[in-house]
């Protein structure tokens, strides 16, 4: 449940830097936040798209970019290095904060991880910080330049191969990874932190998520991505991180309310429209969610539809009707299971209604399991109690519904 747009804007040093906006589809964003990319990776890497996507449909806004000389980036990649991209990360704040979407959160994988460790109390509105895979010495990243760092260090630069792929490298950047103060930074970090790591990841030893996680101070809290490697490119890999840091982040960062207005009174539901063809958005007192219709139908399938809500009533009402019959007993239901189904011939009811004929023809069929040690008296005695909960009631009941249009000065 995201939408993906292009979201551009001006680097440090007046480069365009090419980002993604990926955008929970639905009602406010729960946070905002900016995903920091690996080494040489772009905005377009497996984890920096599944993790942004995932963690949009769990209704954080992120935005995920290409840090400078990388993926459609302007500005030389030889030329910058780790502080390069902390500014990068400080740039992409400043451009959210203005286009009205302060960042809470900061997501890094890899290198990117040490980034936002120092990105961070550069960018005043963050309130958690989350790493992936992340060194806890920056440094550890010009291992990758084998042989060749002597020739950048002599020569200024030089071209290396990096996971298949060729790459210009510049003194700045041995020198911008060399002596960066991670430990003071995560000492003083005053900030909520997540640190992921797989312990079988071979470029990226466990032991540096040992270092961050000691170094740093409370709130602090750590997640193993057990058989995940260091790109997470396993199935599934991506989106358990994901799940990880949209439960983790609840702690730190208060969720946005669907609107600035109040939440309906106790008893009252209200919909309104949430996007697109279908969609509505349901809001009670205490909870919110979608309703949508299927995708055969023109929908987006992104939550239930009006008769699986009607159903669920019914459903619902049901076995807790019967679990409470059953606790004043004190019999020993275990559990209840009820499944509903609902059918008509809409055909028929069409042209029913055309030539003014009979009523519509609607059934629910409804199903009951009981789990227990219940006798057979007890069993049929909850089937008679079940279709005498308040829903059932109301369904087979005289009902009235009376509508009420708000004039414009009243919505």
Known sequence: MHSTEVFRFKGAEGQQ???RLERPRYGAPRAVAIFAHCFTCTKQSRAATFISQALAAKGVMVLRFDFTGLGKSEGEFADSGFLTNVD????AADALRAAGHAP?????H???GAAVIAAAPRIEEIRAVATIGAPFDTAHVLGHLGDQL????EEGRAAVEIAGREFTVGKAFVEQAMGQPQAKRLANLDRALLVMHAP???VVGIDNARAIFKAARHPKSFVSLDEADHLLTADGAAHYAAEMIAAWMTRYIADTPHEDEEPPLEGVVRVETAGGKFAQHVTTATHGFIADEPKAVGGEDDGPTPYDLLLSALGTCTAMTVQMYAQRKKWPLTSVRVELEHSREHARDCESDVAGGEDRIEAIDKTLAFT??????QRTKLMEIADKCPVHR?????????STLLGKDET
């Open 17 to 19: 830097l090419d980002g």
């Open 88 to 91: 990068d990360l400080v740039a």
């Open 104 to 108: 809470n959160l900061l997501v890094g």
């Open 110 to 112: 890899s290198l990117g």
């Open 150 to 153: 002597d020739a950048v260090k």
């Open 200 to 202: 079988g990841d071979e």
């Open 372 to 377: 227990g040690d219940l006798d057979e008296d």
């Open 394 to 402: 109301t369904l087979l009941g005289e009902m009235h519904i009376h």
